[in-house]
């Protein structure tokens, strides 16, 4: 039987920030081969279990501000809150994924959807938030410019998520929400800088939504 993802309640950024001490940040103008979002359709659940932190912390949610921000998404994929400033982002192997940038072009938030249909179950999966989680960790534990990666439980208003969460060997943050509304499986995924990072979280776990106008509904 292959082993699933162990996904934990864990400190926020724990092992990932420790890791990063000593990386300082990177800059602007140079590149990163980010971890794709998108989920092989034909690989089944990985067969490593994923680290995870167990130091304790509190799970209560600070009310976010959502002043300097605004919603951006689509009906497909979902909206978020990012800040006022952001502007509509494209990366070449993007494919049809929804992603917004900071004006330095570092800090993306990238928004996603899977379907049964294209995400078709392998034997010893069962199709939802899990599986596409599994399969995510799956793929981004082959990218060889991953210094750490483990995974945690989250709530993104109100909805059970599995958070992968990834140091790159540059010290670049990769964190994917993956969760699941009705027969739909969606991610929200920010990658960028710790600082930036810090300020997303709750915009994320707190504003998604399926209204283009109301945050978290």
């Known amino acids: 039987m292959k ?18 001490c ?8 140079e590149t990163t081969a980010a ?18 932190t167990t130091a304790g912390a509190s ?6 501000s959502l002043e300097d921000t605004k919603r951006i998404g689509r009906e497909d994929t ?6 006022k400033d952001w502007v509509e982002f494209k990366a070449a192997n993007g494919g049809d994924q929804y992603q917004y940038a900071a004006l330095d072009g570092y800090n993306i938030v990238t928004l996603n959807v899977f379907t049964k249909d294209k995400y078709q ?13 599994n399969r995510l960790y799956g793929t981004y534990q082959k990218n060889p410019s991953i210094e750490k990666i483990q995974g945690a439980k989250r709530k ?19 964190f994917t929400w993956v ?14 800088n710790k600082e930036t990072l810090l300020k997303m979280f709750d915009l994320i776990e707190q504003t998604w939504g399926l209204d283009p106008k109301t945050p978290g509904k």
């Open 3 to 20: 082993n699933k993802i162990l996904l934990g309640s864990v400190t926020l950024l724990s092992a990932l920030m420790v890791a990063a």
């Open 22 to 29: 000593g990386n300082g940040e990177k800059k602007a103008t």
């Open 35 to 52: 971890p794709t979002t998108e989920a092989t359709t034909t690989t089944a659940a990985p067969t490593t279990t994923a680290p995870t």
């Open 59 to 64: 799970s209560e949610t600070a009310e976010v």
């Open 78 to 83: 979902g909206y978020v809150n990012v800040p």
């Open 121 to 133: 179950p392998v034997e010893g999966e069962t199709w939802g938030a899990e599986m596409i989680a």
């Open 156 to 174: 993104v208003v109100g909805m059970d998520a599995f958070l992968v969460q990834i140091l790159t060997k540059d010290g670049k943050y990769f």
């Open 179 to 192: 969760f699941q509304k009705d027969d739909k499986v969606y991610s929200t995924s920010f990658e960028g």
